[in-house]
């Protein structure tokens, strides 16, 4: 019963650590300091629990910890925070015996594959259908500048690699012990058999693994003190943002009008501070543009599109608008009572009224802006639909924008969480990421606190300026370093207007990608076959 009691505890508290690491209700920027040993008490159960009952604390620590760092994912749908819950249930069910049997294999030295498995997990999980990139640990560190700066190199992941060791070495709480105590053993004999084994063993084996982590983090700290570069005689360009504060999806066409009538306003005030571009939000402006334009099956949704097109006719700035951009595609959509509409979760670049070039979103939000599985599983779609799910097509294109000698590219909202897609926007010549969001849907400044956080990664990993139009927040500029330039207050009606620089350098990261998780992947998959071998060697070794 002490020792249910104690694994119960150890999963609460780590949850809790976990996710006060990230910004939360607590902290808008969260405390990035419990992350280097939140997982302390994850490690600890571990070891002195079953494999069989890893299956269960991990899938109760999964359900916790996504429940409280993500819970105003219900404020969308009741729905979305219960299929993150069980996604992560699941995942941590299977994740917590591998990390068992990291410590069965390598009894002495098991916390090495641990850190390398749980740096697997971390990558692997955003990747294909279900990929989510919330929680990677790397990002609870992304407002301390002399940290984050490896990112360049190591993407997101060298932070966490380093964020990581601390909790899995310090959890092994003897330096060199055993790792596996019976699930009945005390907490003081654990204690005690741990500081035996201090004494006895030697000092370099002891502190050698801590001791090159202490360098490797020294190393970090001198590196995002001279890497962080100064863009004062760079290329400037002044982009005006626009913060509406609203979600843009509520109300019908009086709303939309309104809505309308809000943008242009903001942009005005904008416009008086002579900005090279003005930038909306994602679907700021909800009538399908070009649909209406072309089509003009609806007059009310047409004349407020005229009315957009005629504003945006009388300006001599280029904007960037977020919109629902629908065609008429019959061999993507054969149903002649939807008039063969597509609709793409786009972005339109306009002068002086007209389109210039689109975007449409790569990367669409699994469950709530496409299912795949329709013919697999209709069942699931029929939900979704019935949810007041919106569906999108898949765009097949990464645009970058050439606007008067600018060159940028405009992840959508959630496609700024993923490292890939930045870094192939400026392989491709982006100079400057222009991100668009609503995030207004949650109401919640620790949702919006940690999508900005991801945010903050794209810009160092690639070495490149971002700016942020989002629907009500969080709106801002963020330079090369990662460092914040300006931003808005959340959850108002506003606009900023922030010279940042161009930048045409090519990182480490943006010429290789996600190396680092490739390499803990392979050295798992060795370390597994490895220990697999040597522990059928002693079985064979014993009975021959």
């Known amino acids: 019963m002490r020792n249910s009691l104690a694994c119960l505890v150890a999963v609460l508290l780590g949850a809790v650590l976990f996710a006060l690491s990230f910004p939360n209700f607590i902290s808008a920027g969260g405390f990035p300091f419990f992350a280097w040993f939140a997982l302390i008490p994850v490690f600890w159960l571990i070891a002195r629990s079953s494999i069989k009952m890893c299956v269960f604390w991990g899938a109760l620590y999964g359900l916790s910890a996504y429940s409280l760092f993500n819970y105003w994912l219900t404020t969308f749908h009741p729905l979305a925070g219960v299929i993150v819950g069980v996604v992560y249930l699941v995942y941590f069910a299977v994740l917590f015996p591998l990390l068992k049997a990291a410590v069965v294999m390598f009894p002495k030295h098991g916390y090495f594959l641990q850190w390398v498995l749980w740096m697997c997990f971390e990558y692997v999980r955003t990747l294909g259908f279900l990929g989510y990139s919330y929680g990677v640990i790397g990002y609870s560190q992304w407002n301390v500048l002399s940290v984050i700066q490896i990112a360049d190199v190591f993407g997101v992941w060298g932070v966490s690699a380093l964020v990581v060791f601390p909790s899995v070495w310090l959890a092994a709480g003897s330096w060199g012990t055993r790792l596996c105590p019976s699930p009945q053993q005390g907490l003081h004999l654990y204690v005690r058999r741990s500081i035996e084994t201090m004494r006895t063993s030697s000092l370099l084996t002891r502190f050698f693994p801590f001791a090159l982590w202490l360098a490797t983090l020294v190393v970090t700290l001198v590196y995002g003190f001279i890497a962080q570069a100064d863009y004062t005689d760079a290329k400037h360009v002044r982009v005006s943002m626009i913060q509406q504060n609203d979600d843009p999806w509520i109300g019908g066409i009086v709303q939309y009008r309104k809505n309308f009538e809000k943008l242009k306003r903001l942009s005005d005030t904008a416009l008086a501070q002579k900005p090279d571009m003005v930038v909306w939000s994602e679907t700021a402006f909800v009538p399908r543009i070009y649909w209406h334009k ?133 392989q491709n010549g982006a100079e400057l990421i222009v991100n668009l969001t609503n995030d207004a849907w949650a109401k919640s400044l620790p949702a919006q606190m940690q999508h900005l956080s991801m945010a903050v990664f794209r810009s160092v990993e690639n070495r490149r300026s971002m700016t942020r139009a989002t629907a009500s927040g969080q709106t801002c500029a963020i330079d ?50 490895w220990g697999i071998v040597r522990k059928l060697w002693g079985k064979w070794r014993k009975t021959s």
């Open 294 to 426: 072309t089509y003009r099956d609806d007059e009310a949704s047409w004349l407020l599109v005229k009315d957009l097109l005629d504003y945006l006719q009388s300006k001599d700035v280029p904007f960037v608008i977020g919109n629902d951009d629908a065609r008429r595609e019959p061999d993507k959509n054969p149903s002649v009572v939807e008039q063969y509409r597509v609709d793409y979760n786009g972005v339109l670049v306009f002068q002086k009224g007209e389109i210039v070039d689109q975007y449409r979103k790569v990367h669409l939000v699994p469950l709530t802006e496409y299912f795949p599985y329709r013919k697999q599983l209709p069942f699931v779609y029929n939900i979704l639909e019935k949810a007041d799910t919106h569906f999108w097509e898949k765009g097949d294109k990464l645009t970058v924008f050439n606007v008067n000698g600018v060159k940028f590219s405009t992840p959508i909202c959630f496609e700024d969480t993923f490292g890939y897609l930045s870094r192939e926007f400026t």
């Open 480 to 529: 090369p370093n990662g460092r914040i330039l300006a931003m808005a207050e959340p959850f108002t009606e506003a606009q900023i207007t922030t010279s940042v620089p161009l930048s045409s350098e090519i990182s480490f990261y943006t010429r290789h990608g996600d190396w680092l998780p490739r390499v803990f992947l392979g050295a798992a998959a060795v370390l597994f076959v």
